[in-house]
């Protein structure tokens, strides 16, 4: 019982983490390209770390998102390419949180058996039309994110 409680409130301390894999289909191209990686989120810093096929990390702190290439190069992100990523950042938390899912004002949800259908709602609504998260046993396994142009970004938990 000791060890359950531990566990427990090791992850309400630290926050979550998942390893992945991205699968993002390119639509003008009709190419799927595959990522893996881990996504690491407590209250206060999201880190997002893909290892193959290529190394990357991008830090989302506060206000603040950085990217560090395979050189070691840290990136600042400014304008709209911040706030854009920090949405998608925002959305990869949400989704990934079946507890997130149920009660969010971002997004209207409908439910059929395992699978959410969300409709986003407010700024994101013009870059994601539509997500779908199937869930087990009260718990997100995947989603996959619809954009205006066809393309879509799959989220495998590993």
């Given at each position: 019982m000791r060890i359950v409680l531990i566990l427990l409130?090791?992850?309400a301390l630290f926050g979550q983490s998942y390893n992945f894999e991205e699968i993002k289909f390119i639509s003008a191209v009709g190419t799927d390209f595959r990522k893996n990686g881990k996504i690491e989120i407590?209250?206060?810093k999201v880190v997002i770390t893909y290892e193959k096929p290529k190394f990357k990390?991008?830090?989302k702190e506060d206000n603040n998102i950085t990217i560090k290439g395979s050189s070691g190069e840290i990136y600042k992100l400014k304008?709209?390419?911040l706030y854009y990523t920090g949405l998608f950042i925002d959305i990869m938390t949400q989704?990934?949180?079946f507890e997130k899912i149920q009660s969010n004002r971002d997004f209207k949800v409908e439910r059929v058996d395992n699978t959410f259908y969300l409709t986003f709602l407010g700024d994101m609504s013009d870059r994601v039309v539509k997500a779908?998260?199937?869930v087990k046993n009260s718990k997100v396994t995947r989603f996959k994110l619809f954009m205006p142009n066809e393309?879509?970004?799959t989220i495998v938990k590993k």
């Amino acid at each position: 019982m000791r060890i359950v409680l531990i566990l427990l409130l090791h992850v309400a301390l630290f926050g979550q983490s998942y390893n992945f894999e991205e699968i993002k289909f390119i639509s003008a191209v009709g190419t799927d390209f595959r990522k893996n990686g881990k996504i690491e989120i407590n209250d206060k810093k999201v880190v997002i770390t893909y290892e193959k096929p290529k190394f990357k990390q991008i830090v989302k702190e506060d206000n603040n998102i950085t990217i560090k290439g395979s050189s070691g190069e840290i990136y600042k992100l400014k304008g709209k390419a911040l706030y854009y990523t920090g949405l998608f950042i925002d959305i990869m938390t949400q989704l990934g949180s079946f507890e997130k899912i149920q009660s969010n004002r971002d997004f209207k949800v409908e439910r059929v058996d395992n699978t959410f259908y969300l409709t986003f709602l407010g700024d994101m609504s013009d870059r994601v039309v539509k997500a779908e998260v199937k869930v087990k046993n009260s718990k997100v396994t995947r989603f996959k994110l619809f954009m205006p142009n066809e393309d879509t970004l799959t989220i495998v938990k590993k």
